[in-house]
């Protein structure tokens, strides 16, 4: 007997500029019968919104807002203090890269990965930061804590093709700074309008442990 399989598609709010989008995955050759979930990206929502059962509700709040988060629903924050258009800023870049991530890279996480993560996790808060590679390894030199974590989604951005090799060594660069222990989803993609190699990185708010100084931000 075929089993139903989930299969999620982006559905996007953004209260600061009242815009919604709904992205959906191509289908690929599997038969299986699919119960189509939302995984719902809400910008700056109202601290009051009411949100499906059935579906997967991720909003994406300023630095320590404070919501209720029913069971199916989770928080990323942004990572420090901010105004509505830096918090803008930030969830058009996390909207994007999770959008071409994982529809479209290269090597491949799709939404069910996004959604295991975001479950398997002790904690329903988390938080999302992007910096080049350089800022990467200037975090390394300085030896900042920031990395300490145990359970995260690492996105990398290029602009152009790089090798397999190339590839390898950021990953070592990056995945050298996590505890050994560390459970690792990567996607690679191209992204045209980058300058640089970009990092992204999503992990629990729990596992931060420490708070980045602002002589330790780049």
């Given amino acids: 007997m075929n089993k139903t399989k989930r299969s999620f598609y982006l559905s996007i709010k953004n209260f600061l ?10 289908l690929d ?6 119960n189509p979930t939302a995984l719902q990206l809400l910008v700056n929502a109202p601290v009051n919104y009411k949100t499906s059962d059935s579906d997967v509700n991720v909003f994406l709040d300023k630095h320590n807002f404070e919501r209720d988060l029913p069971n199916g629903s989770y928080q990323i924050q942004h990572y420090e203090v901010c105004n509505d258009k830096v ?24 939404l069910s990965d996004l959604v295991d993560k975001l479950a398997s996790s002790k904690n329903n808060k988390f938080t999302f930061r992007s910096f080049s590679l350089l800022d990467t390894y200037k975090f390394k030199n300085k030896a900042t804590k920031i ?12 602009q152009k093709d790089i090798s397999i090799a190339e590839y390898r060594e950021i990953l070592d660069n990056i995945s050298s700074e ?15 309008g980058l300058k640089n190699i970009e990092v992204s990185l999503l992990y629990d ?14």
């Fill in 17 to 26: 500029t009242d815009d919604s989008m709904v992205v959906t995955p191509l």
């Fill in 29 to 34: 050759n599997d038969t299986t019968e699919r």
């Fill in 87 to 110: 918090l803008n800023d930030w969830a058009e870049d996390l909207i994007g890269t999770l959008n071409i991530a994982h529809f479209s890279s290269i090597i491949t996480l799709n």
């Fill in 147 to 158: 990395f300490n974590l145990s359970n995260i989604l690492i996105y990398i951005g290029s």
């Fill in 178 to 192: 996590f505890n050994k222990s560390s459970i690792m989803g990567v996607s690679f993609f191209k992204w045209p």
């Fill in 205 to 218: 708010l729990m596992n931060q442990n420490q708070s980045i100084s602002k002589e330790d931000r780049v």
